[in-house]
Nanobody, 122 residues
């Protein structure tokens, strides 16, 4: 059973940057496809970024060109580098393991972490 722990959130100014980490324990991390999602108050959990076990990546249109997902299998960790942050990026960010289904559908995923809050101030 894999467990995920996100870290790296906090308060950042608009235009700034932040790097989130998602550390996995248990399971076989190198075989997992991983996703990042975010949820703002009163809103649904939205897809942010995806990285497959072999490094294929996809992004939500809203973050394309600003966010970069990566992974370090030796450290059992997936990262989300967020640049040029905007107010609308404020949310709790979650990582999860992809199951069977479309990569951008949160219902596809399991083993969610507890989330890390990112707050962008203007």
């Amino acid at each position: 059973q894999v467990q995920l722990v996100e870290s790296g959130g906090g308060l950042v100014q608009a235009g700034g940057f932040q790097r989130l980490s998602c550390a996995a324990s248990g399971g076989t991390f190198s075989s997992y496809d991983m996703g990042w999602f975010r949820q703002a108050p009163g809103k649904e959990r939205d897809f942010v970024a995806y990285i497959s076990w072999n490094g294929n990546k996809n992004y939500a249109d809203s973050v394309k060109g600003r966010f970069t997902v990566s992974r370090d299998n030796a450290k059992n960790t997936v990262y989300l580098q967020m640049n040029s942050l905007k107010d609308e990026d404020t949310a709790v960010y979650y990582c999860a393991v992809r199951g069977i289904g479309y990569y951008s559908d949160y219902k596809t995923y399991h083993s969610w972490g507890q989330g890390t809050q990112v707050t962008v101030s203007s």
